[in-house]
Nanobody
Framework: QMQLVESGGRLVQAGDSLRLSCVAS????????MGWFRQAPGSEREFVAS????????NHAEAVKGRFTISRDNALNTVYLQMNSLKPEDTGVYYC????????????????????WGQGTQVTVSS
């Protein structure tokens, strides 16, 4: 039931950096873990990164490890995805999502574990 709005996606060149933001409505944001997923045309939605409600633990997909960093600012109801050294294969629609249940300590990679989704923001990386 949480409303999420992503922003920051745009056309960039390979090697560039970009920071995506996801702003959540309501006062329950800080109780939920958050995740980022992405989807290229004709492809399955894939896990990118996740962070626990406290921000103490994170998980990043192997394909982005060392290049992307998820973080959150609970005071601003915002989760971020810092993307560095972007590659053309990073192109896709990026979605943020909130955990299905509050205060979970575990980090999940399956979309089914997330209950609220934003509309997505397009990231295009040219070669």
């Amino acid at each position: 039931q949480m409303q999420l709005v992503e922003s920051g996606g745009r056309l960039v060149q390979a090697g560039d950096s970009l920071r995506l933001s996801c702003v959540a409505s309501g006062r329950l944001f800080s109780r939920y873990g958050m995740g980022w997923f992405r989807q290229a045309p004709g492809s399955e939605r894939e896990f990118v990164a996740s962070i626990t409600w406290s921000g103490r633990n994170t998980n990043h997909a192997e394909a982005v490890k060392g290049r992307f960093t998820i973080s959150r600012d609970n005071a601003l109801n915002t989760v971020y995805l810092q993307m560095n050294s972007l590659k053309p294969e990073d192109t896709g629609v990026y979605y943020c999502a909130a955990d299905k249940y509050a205060l979970r300590a575990a980090l999940f990679t399956r979309a089914a574990e997330f209950g609220s989704w934003g509309q997505g923001t397009q990231v295009t990386v040219s070669s």
